[in-house]
């Protein structure tokens, strides 16, 4: 069997049947001192006279160079996609890599038979991502990094010799500059209720903490700072009248008319958030989704009975719960107030409500407005109106309906995408191609956006939450959404979160806006943007770059600004 291998960008979505030659060689790559840089090592076997069509080599991976001993390599697995995106998409949008169901590159897992181990498979792609994460350990200057695939035998004398199958050489050059923090919200909706089913542990037991803080880590690791945090059950795609496990790190008591409450767990959970970097509270909705009608579901212990005392059966501008709400609140500002911590809540009333939606979504808010009034109050919603009569001053619009908020100047706009997001914009649906989901940085850019939300950092249910799921044989939902809308890690048998391949990319989506802000305080605005012009065209929502090329030559350009000012002159 013939073995060939090359290394590739990031970019690039590798399928089994894929031949090598379709993907560009990267010789040559640069980065900051603390930047994380993603590579692909890709591998194929072509068949000679002697080949069994079944054949497959277990082969050694040695990794040589100064930066060796910050690189990591897993194997790119292929995943179920059911529903790769929605029909219409093949007649609207020319810029997917398949619109069929099948096998998709996605899930990042580490590697087997002792650690050093790739496979190759005759008549099959296989990918191997590689992350350097030097973290400012290795001085700037080029680091040639070497990656040798070999297998070890005997020779006729039955000595042990080693036969080198392939070998790639990428340069690196590490700049020396530091990435600046990228001075925006990043929140991926975490769903504590999944980790408890997937895992079979009780809510909040030590072992779901466990858990909770592992995939905390590995969230703050892809560059989410603003984590949703349950102070009550969020009430999120839930079916109306049904219930998710309840996950309420506050404490009630109620007796007669009067309410007390518990924050041991919740300051628990604020302990771990410090320990693992996450610096924002985004508190669970105070309100129903689509329209703010009713209460989340809320448990307290009533004259020594714990049993739900709000839900879907609630009104939420009824006699009963504005009480409540106002009570809680206050209380809640105080004991932040009191840990310091107030000015890291970040507040939502409910999500993705329409235009129909106004008239109740704008009693409901009254409710807090006043107590909430020196707190970001934020919301998904797309519709301009609510911004326009002034409902909500930090509207999230999705990317596909951006524009008209951008025309406006709204002030610190953020933005957010779903399954709804698929024609044209930005998104990291697995049947995109990566450079579709990372080009939304360059936008960030341009565009000063404030926040970025995506609801489904660990998103383990069906539709409207009626059922569990199994995220590795199904990523979508129960073909309800498009594949890759759910989540952004799959739970490993061990308790921690294993990466896909689109988080790894958004983050370096993260980490193409942070240089530019660089670039841009030490040559200005103006020519950053010239650049990005000059080398992708006019920056739209609307639109995405439609090669890896453009995208990586970009970023290079961008880290050439940033090198010629930090080099010494000669």
């Not at 990794?63 to 790119?76: K, L, S």
């Not at 706009?413 to 579709?436: D, E, F, K």
Request: include cysteine; proline fraction near 5%; hydrophobic fraction near 40%.
């Amino acid at each position: 069997m013939q073995i060939l291998s090359k290394i590739t960008s990031s970019l690039e979505k590798c399928f089994l049947t894929d031949p090598i030659g379709k993907f560009p060689e990267i010789r040559e790559i640069s980065m900051l001192e603390n930047e994380h840089l993603s590579l692909q090592l890709v591998t194929a076997g072509y068949p000679d006279t002697t080949d069994r069509l079944t054949f497959r080599a277990k082969l050694r991976l040695r990794i040589t160079g100064d930066a060796a001993p910050f690189v990591t390599v897993r194997v790119v697995e292929q995943v179920p996609n059911t529903f790769p995106v929605y029909g219409d998409a093949r007649d609207k949008d020319a810029n997917y890599l398949s619109y069929e169901p099948g096998l998709y590159p996605d899930l990042l897992r580490p590697l087997h038979y002792g650690g050093d181990c790739v496979q190759v498979v005759l008549g099959q792609l296989r990918t191997y991502w590689i992350d350097v994460e030097p973290d400012g350990r290795l001085p700037a200057g080029l680091h040639p990094l070497t990656f040798t695939i070999y297998y070890e035998t005997k020779d006729g004398e039955g000595n042990q010799k080693e036969v080198v199958v392939s070998e790639n050489t990428v340069n690196i050059t590490v700049i020396g500059a530091r990435l600046p923090a990228p001075g925006m919200y990043v929140t991926q909706w975490f769903h504590c209720d999944s980790l408890a089913h997937w895992y079979h542990v009780d809510v909040f037991s030590e072992k779901h903490w466990e858990i909770i803080e592992n995939f905390v880590r590995t969230a703050v690791k892809n560059g989410i700072n603003l984590l949703l945090t349950p102070v009550f059950t969020p009430p999120l795609d839930t079916e109306i009248g049904g219930e998710r496990l309840t996950v309420q790190l506050v404490g009630v008591t109620k007796n007669g008319g009067e309410y007390s409450f518990d924050y041991t767990l919740l300051d628990r959970w604020i302990e771990m958030c410090n320990r693992t970097g996450i610096k924002y509270l985004e508190i669970s909705h105070l309100f129903t989704q689509w329209g703010a009608g009713h209460a989340p579901k809320i448990m307290a212990t009533v004259d020594g009975t714990y049993q739900k005392i709000f839900g879907w059966e609630t009104d939420a501008t009824g006699d009963d719960y504005p009480v409540f709400l106002c009570a809680f609140l206050s209380d809640f500002l105080a004991h932040m107030k009191a840990r310091g911590d107030d000015k890291r809540c970040l507040f939502h009333v409910s999500d993705e409500p329409s235009e129909e939606h106004l008239p109740q979504y704008r009693k409901s808010k009254a409710i807090v407005e006043d107590l909430l009034s020196d707190y970001i109050i934020m919301d998904a919603l797309s519709d301009f109106s609510f911004y326009k009569e002034g409902v909500v001053r930090t509207p999230i619009p999705a990317n596909s309906a951006i524009q008209p908020f951008i025309d406006a100047g709204v002030k610190d706009l953020w933005t957010y995408y779903c399954c709804g997001q698929y024609l044209g914009v930005s998104n990291r649906l697995i049947a995109m191609p990566s450079w579709r989901n990372r080009f939304i940085g360059t936008q960030f850019y341009v565009y000063n956006i404030k926040g970025f939300l995506q609801w489904g950092y660990n998103f383990y249910n069906n539709d409207k939450s009626v059922d569990s799921i199994n995220p590795f044989i199904d990523i979508c939902g129960e073909n309800w959404v498009p594949g890759g809308d759910c989540a952004s890690v799959y739970p490993a048998s061990d308790g921690t979160a294993l990466e896909y391949h689109r988080i790894k990319v958004l983050h370096e989506a993260l980490e193409d806006k942070a240089p530019m802000q660089l670039a841009e305080s030490i040559v200005g605005r103006d020519p950053v943007l010239a650049v990005i012009r000059e080398t992708v065209g006019e920056v739209k929502f609307d639109h995405c770059v439609e090669n890896a090329r453009d995208l990586l030559a970009l970023r290079e350009k961008i880290d050439r600004m940033i090198a010629e000012a930090v080099l010494p002159s000669h």
